[in-house]
């Protein structure tokens, strides 16, 4: 299947790195919760400044949503009243208190289907004063659709006997809909997982660099992401260019979008961040672009033979040589220089033509002077041979465009993913790193390669600021660098990770980033806290090794 290549984007404007600093928070709303269906029930307890609900009142919710397990009516009435007077408190307070919108990351596991557990769980991220909660959706490949209803290229989260049809998802969504919460779907995109890799008819999708590995295959630190959920030696990237890839993935988004979140969050929209020294991409060999679909868009960035045989024996050297030049000049020889897509040809000087020549001749004297007699024939020359292009220049030129290709099939992937939310008028956001876009030393760039400050200005921008040195002076800047680069009118959501109230692997309390991130950048009213299962560790891992 033949792809039309894509305009590459401005490359300077994709090479846009700079650096900067942020911050965030405080304010104080006191309201007192009533419970109107516990009769002389008294008025008690506060929202904290940060629309935290009291101990009081988490306990007495809890013992409603326990007694509503019972299944009688009356039970059921009483913790739904609760449910919707704590909705209607949390977001008069998220009103009133800064930021408006508070956020929580948090994963759903296969023993959530047990009764009250959802419930049990979203309770939870309420009480903590959260309005949004991003849930994952597709994460470490497998997606959180009940297997009565998943035609995607992906396994089922759940996939226990007797649970095909339970949909963990669409109940999520309803019950935090329920509770004032609005649910995102929170979703891995570039990133297909381990399973999908495995598959026979998948091979050609998977992203491949110069030494023909695959993003499973290259060296990769075991520790890199897990602190973030992440399983080491999942990490298999696509080609963003592979038309199935892309096939599969609009037909996965699709089946999220029926279930009618109220956002949809698209993370790990850029590629591998190598190991060491791979960490910064220098060569073309470096770039996840030789994947058979992403080859042949880049040969279809040649304006003439001459462009598109030099980038075939750039890929496959990994250079060129004053050789290669002359061997294409030669074949193609009625081209003037090899061309492609963002390159202007090289100015070169201009002979003067033949007829000029002659008619300065013929204005000269027709004999010559001393002798009076006629001069001989002109004796004919050959025709001289044009200057060879400049090596250096074409080498680095194709560096470039081998970079601004990378970078485009990633934008172009991005584009693909939100178009059917887009379509629904549900909201998307974009999850990246606030320094993964950026030049290293001369030349190089970080091997992520992810352009976030060339991505659509209508996206919600989550700068994943998760600098870990002990104090906010590794996170705040990057907030900075995201509000100084984002595109003009971006809604920006910085998320940060942590716990309330103390520090947590080598980051300050919550309390402390968001106070830092409101005072350096104060236009900012939205933030997110990854995740939930840092805030509630036992919760967590009772939920994830439970059996059914």
């Known amino acids: 299947m033949k792809i039309a290549p894509t305009r590459i984007a401005n ?188 598959r026979p008819d998948r091979q050609q999708t998977l992203a491949i660099n110069g030494k023909n590995q695959t993003t499973l295959t290259v060296v990769q630190d075991p520790g890199i992401n897990e602190d973030f959920g992440e399983v080491p030696g999942n990490q298999a990237f696509i080609d963003p260019y592979n038309p199935q890839a892309r096939q599969d993935y609009t037909l996965l988004v699709n089946q999220i979008v029926k279930r009618k979140p109220q956002g949809m969050l698209f993370d790990y929209i850029r590629y591998l961040r190598g190991v060491g020294p791979a960490s910064v991409a220098t060569k073309v060999q470096d770039l996840w672009i030789y994947g058979p679909a992403s080859q042949q868009v880049l040969l279809q960035r040649a304006s003439n033979q001459q462009g598109r045989d030099l980038i075939q024996r750039y890929l496959t050297k990994g250079f060129i040589n004053t050789n290669d030049v002359q061997a294409v000049v030669k074949q193609y020889p009625t081209e003037r220089e090899p061309l492609w897509q963002g390159r202007i040809p090289q100015a070169m000087s201009v002979a003067t033509p033949p007829s000029r020549r002659e008619n300065a001749a013929s204005r000269t004297a027709s004999t010559t002077p001393a002798t009076n007699k006629p001069n001989p024939p002109a004796t004919p020359t050959s025709k001289p041979t044009p200057p060879l292009p400049d090596t250096g220049i074409l080498q680095k030129d194709l560096w470039k465009l081998s970079v601004a290709h990378a970078v485009q099939g990633i934008l172009d992937f991005l584009g693909i993913a939100i178009q059917p939310a887009q379509r629904m008028g549900i909201p998307v956001g974009a999850v990246f790193f606030p320094t993964a876009n950026q030049a290293i030393n001369q030349g190089g760039y970080d091997s992520r390669l992810q352009p976030w400050d060339s991505f659509p200005a209508a996206v919600e921008f989550h700068a994943m600021s998760y600098g870990n040195c002990g104090d906010v002076s590794c996170i705040v800047p990057q907030v900075q660098r995201t509000v100084s680069l984002a595109p003009a009118g971006a809604k920006i959501i910085p998320a940060i990770a942590g716990d309330w109230g103390k520090p947590l692997r080598n980051r300050p309390s919550l309390e402390i980033q968001m106070r830092a991130i409101r005072s350096a950048t104060p236009q900012i009213n939205a933030v997110s806290h990854f995740a939930f299962g840092w805030q509630e560790p036992e919760d967590e891992r009772a939920r994830q090794t439970c059996r059914l």
Not at 33 to 39: D, H, K, N, R
Request: charge should be positive; hydrophobic fraction near 35%.
């Open 11 to 198: 490359f300077q404007h994709q090479r846009r790195f700079l650096s900067a600093v942020t911050a965030v928070l405080t304010s104080s709303f006191i309201s007192q919760l009533v419970l109107p269906f516990i009769e002389n029930q008294p008025a008690f307890a506060q929202t904290s400044a940060y629309c935290q609900l009291s101990q009081e009142q988490v306990n007495q919710k809890e013992d409603l949503r326990r007694a509503a397990l019972s299944g009688k009516p009356e039970s059921q009435q009483a913790y739904f009243a609760v449910l919707s007077k704590h909705a209607r408190e949390i977001a008069e307070c998220r009103q009133k208190t800064w930021p408006e919108t508070q956020a929580i990351w948090l994963r759903l596991y296969p023993c959530d289907v047990r009764p009250g557990e959802i419930d049990r769980v979203l309770d939870k991220v309420v009480n903590k004063g959260y309005n949004q909660v991003y849930i994952e959706t597709f994460y470490d490949g497998q997606v959180l659709l009940p297997v009565a209803d998943n035609p995607t290229a992906w396994p089922s989260v759940l996939r226990n006997r007797g649970y095909e049809k339970y949909d963990l998802l669409e109940k999520a969504i309803a019950k935090g809909k329920q509770r004032g919460l609005k649910v995102y779907a929170w979703l891995f995109t570039m990133n297909f997982g381990y399973t999908y890799s495995q």
